[in-house]
C-alpha cells in the first residue's frame, strides 16, 4: 500500500523531497499535478473536477488502496477523491488546505479568480517579489528560490484557471467531505497566515480525524517541518495497521 504525496500550489513534487529523505518506507509516491512542472493532458481545463478526476486516474493505476496525503490545492483534492472514492484509500492526510464553507479565500486567491485582475497579477508572478512572499508563508530561505524556478507559464495558466472553478468549493464539496470514514490525519502550520488554524479543528472535527499542529510553522510544512511531518505520518500509518 503505496505513500501517495499530492502538492500545491504553486509547487512540484519537489515539495515532498525532504518528507521522503525522513521516511523510513520508500514506496512513495508523488507525482506533479498537470501543468505544475510537466505536460497537461489533451483539451486540459485545469478545472477542481479536473485535477480530482486526474487524481482518481492516477490512484487507480497504483492498483491497491493508498496512503494518501496532501498539501495545500493537495489538500482539497485529497479530500474531495476521500469523498468519492474511499475504495482506493486506506489513509488519508492533509493540510493547509480547507473545504469550508465558512473560509473566505486570501486575497491572492481572490486577485486570481478575478478576470483580468488575476492575468496582470500572474505577469508579476515570479522573481524576487515572489521569492520573498513564499518566505512569508513558512518557506525557508533557502529553499523559495527553487520553488520560484519552477513557475512558468503553463503553470499560471493552471492556477488562475483551478481557482477559478473554486470560488464557491467550500459549498459544493463540504457535504461529501463530512461523510468520509476512512481514517485522516490533518496536520497545519499554526501560523498560517492564510489558512487559521480553526479551519484545521473544523475538518479534524468533521472528519473524526486526528489533529496535529505544527506549533510556530507557517503555511508549508513540507518545507518548514520535513523530519516532524515524516515522523507524525509514519505514527499514524502505523497505529492504522
Request: with cysteine; glycine share 10%.
Amino acid at each position: 500500500m503505496p505513500a501517495f504525496l499530492v502538492h500545491g500550489v504553486p509547487d512540484t513534487h519537489r515539495l515532498w523531497d525532504q518528507v521522503r529523505a525522513h521516511l523510513s518506507r520508500k514506496d512513495v509516491i508523488a507525482p506533479d499535478l498537470p501543468g505544475f512542472g510537466t505536460d497537461v493532458p489533451p483539451g486540459w481545463t485545469a478545472t477542481k473536477e479536473a485535477y480530482v478526476d486526474w487524481l482518481v486516474g492516477a490512484i487507480e493505476k497504483v492498483g491497491q488502496p493508498v496512503d494518501l496525503v496532501g498539501h495545500d490545492w493537495g489538500s482539497l483534492l485529497v479530500q474531495r477523491v476521500v469523498s468519492l472514492r474511499p475504495d482506493l484509500i486506506r489513509t488519508w492526510a492533509c493540510g493547509n488546505g480547507p473545504i469550508d464553507r465558512e473560509y473566505v479565500w486570501h486575497d491572492m486567491a481572490q486577485q486570481w479568480q478575478t478576470p483580468g485582475v488575476g492575468e496582470a497579477i500572474m505577469e508579476m508572478f515570479g522573481g524576487d517579489a515572489m521569492v520573498e512572499g513564499l518566505i512569508g508563508g513558512g518557506v525557508p530561505a533557502d529553499a523559495a528560490p527553487a520553488v520560484v524556478s519552477h513557475i512558468d507559464e503553463r503553470m499560471k495558466t493552471c492556477i488562475l484557471a483551478l481557482y477559478r472553478s473554486a470560488v464557491k468549493v467550500g459549498e459544493e464539496w463540504e457535504a461529501g467531505v463530512a461523510k468520509i470514514t476512512r481514517p485522516g490525519l490533518v496536520l497545519w502550520g499554526r501560523e498560517d497566515p492564510f489558512v487559521a488554524p480553526q479551519f484545521a479543528e473544523r475538518l479534524a472535527a468533521r472528519v473524526r480525524g486526528t489533529l496535529h499542529f505544527f506549533d510556530g510553522c507557517g503555511h508549508f510544512w513540507p518545507h518548514e517541518r520535513p523530519k516532524e511531518t515524516a515522523e507524525v505520518l509514519e505514527e499514524f500509518w502505523r497505529t492504522q495497521g
